[in-house]
Structure formats: structure tokens, C-alpha cells
């Protein structure tokens, strides 16, 4: 682990964490070590949060488990907030017109598709397949009739098919100057072979930008906050002036971009290994 300044350390007041490869292991288990130090911790006044790609809904059970009570950054910053329906710091909702125009496309070319809300991902019978294709973490899927009732309160649409050029047609549709302010990542599943995904989202959030209206709302500096990170998507978190943590098994670009890389991986609890360090410079 590269050696901080102590009164770097003492001054961290936020510790906003990854949540798989970094908080979690590889069996989606928080280590013994983090919940003791994080208790700790919270009761010398530090608050802690958590930033993933996840929907809200698998999210509130791990900030339960470390009782952290402030708003978590979640979908990769498209929504912060802290239970589903509670009042929101923020989020980024898609407009009906541009949910419609997506499920329209994707009927027509023979695609799955689904709706991603902070509590859980709607799917209707015809894409009844799709719960088994996704790669959303410990998301709660929910059948329903139709999608007519459902298309306002849209974080993100998904759609899914096994005909490469197909989903990339639908992303090429979905850009502009078909749509606006419309963010489409398109990407190859890891764990179903021949399956392409496609993300539809509100243009504007990342989790850098969830990290900086979070601490807006906290009312402290940048400076003031670490973040912990392993993987691509943590790179906007890293970009801040935040104080970053990569974990062992971090990828290569965001331990360049760290001022602290840990011996640990997040399999051995490597988010330990730096809260002990915050502990013995707060004691």
C-alpha cells in the first residue's frame, strides 16, 4: 500500500465504496473486518456510501448490513437516493416519448426488452427470457401485463439479442439526431455467450457526477472524501479531487490513476486493509 500523509487521512469525513469486485467478494459477501471498521468508524463521525452500476433495489441491502444512512449512488449515477420512493438528491429519468420510441425498435427487430426502475426491472411475458439473459446484480424482476403504465419513472431501457448488428442498429436509431441528450451503451455479455446488450439512458450521469451532487448535499469538500474503485466504470469517481483507493484487483488504468493501491483483493477484503489506515490516523 502507498504511504499517505496522515493529515490527509484525518481530514476524510465520506468513504463512498464500488460494490462488486471492490466492497463485495466474489460470493457477494461484505468482509468481517469492513462491517467492524466501518462501525467503527461511523462512530468517530466518518459517513460512508455506496456508488454501483446496480439498481437501488440490490443496492439497500448491503448499506443495510453496514447501517449506512445516506444516500447511496446508484445505476451509475443516474439516481441517488436511499430507499425506492423515498425523496431523491437526484435522478435521471428518461422521457416517455424516448422509453416508447425504444420499445418500438426493438419490437421491430425481434428484441428483448425491459425497464429499469429504482425498485426493479419490468419485463413483460413475450420478454419473459430476459431475467435469465441480464447481468444486473441482485435485481428484483417483476412481470407485467404491458408496458403502457410503466413508461414514466424509466431510469434505463434495456435491450437484448442474440444478432449483433441488430442491437447495434437499434443503438445507431437511438442516437442522435433521432433522439436527444440520450446516452446507448452497447456491449457484449460476460457470462451468456452470443447475447448483446443495450443500455438506454438519460445523458449527464456518471458516478463522478453522483459523487460531487452527493457531497454538495453533505455539505463538504471534495477533498474531504475517498473513494474506492476496481473497475471501468469507477474511472469518473477517480477523475474527482477525492482521495482514491483502488483494490488489488483493480484493472490496470484506475491503479495508475490511485493514490493508494492495496495489497489486498477484494476477495481477501481489501476495502479493510485502507479503512484501518483511515482508523489509526482518526485514533
Avoid at 448488428?165 to 451468456?192: C, D, E, I, L, W
Wanted: proline residues 2%; contains cysteine; glycine residues 8%.
Amino acid at each position: 500500500m502507498n504511504m499517505i500523509n496522515k493529515e490527509i487521512l484525518k481530514r476524510i469525513q465520506l468513504v463512498v465504496m464500488d460494490l462488486d469486485g471492490t466492497l463485495l467478494d466474489d460470493n457477494n459477501q461484505i468482509g468481517d473486518e469492513t462491517k467492524h471498521l466501518v462501525k467503527e468508524l461511523s462512530g468517530l463521525g466518518v459517513k460512508f456510501s455506496i456508488a454501483s452500476g446496480r439498481l437501488l433495489s440490490a443496492v439497500t441491502e448491503y448499506a443495510d448490513e453496514l447501517q449506512i444512512k445516506i444516500p447511496l449512488i446508484t445505476l451509475d449515477g443516474a439516481l441517488i437516493q436511499r430507499y425506492p420512493g423515498e425523496k431523491s438528491i437526484f435522478e435521471s429519468r428518461l422521457s416517455e416519448k424516448t422509453v416508447l420510441r425504444a420499445l418500438n425498435l426493438a419490437d421491430r427487430y425481434l428484441l428483448k426488452s425491459a425497464l429499469c426502475h429504482d425498485s426493479a426491472i419490468y419485463f413483460t411475458e413475450e420478454n419473459g427470457v430476459l431475467p435469465l439473459l441480464l447481468d444486473k446484480f441482485g435485481a428484483k424482476y417483476e412481470q407485467i401485463i404491458s408496458y403502457e403504465h410503466f413508461l414514466k419513472g424509466t431510469l434505463e431501457v434495456l435491450i437484448v439479442g442474440d444478432y449483433q448488428n441488430s442491437v447495434k442498429h437499434v443503438a445507431g436509431k437511438m442516437a442522435f439526431p433521432y433522439t436527444f441528450g440520450v446516452r446507448s451503451s452497447f456491449y457484449k455479455s460476460q457470462s451468456q455467450g452470443g447475447t448483446y446488450y443495450l443500455e438506454i439512458r438519460k445523458m449527464g450521469s456518471n458516478k463522478g457526477d453522483g459523487l460531487r451532487r452527493l457531497i454538495k448535499h453533505l455539505k463538504i469538500k471534495m477533498k474531504e472524501a475517498a473513494v474506492i474503485g476496481d473497475w471501468y466504470n469507477d474511472k469518473s469517481l477517480f477523475d474527482t479531487d477525492a482521495l482514491k483507493i483502488a483494490v488489488a484487483n483493480a484493472v490496470p488504468e484506475l491503479k495508475k490513476m490511485a493514490d493508494i493501491v492495496t495489497k489486498r483483493s477484494n476477495n481477501e477484503d481489501g476495502v479493510a486493509e485502507f479503512l484501518k489506515m483511515l482508523l489509526h490516523s482518526k485514533k
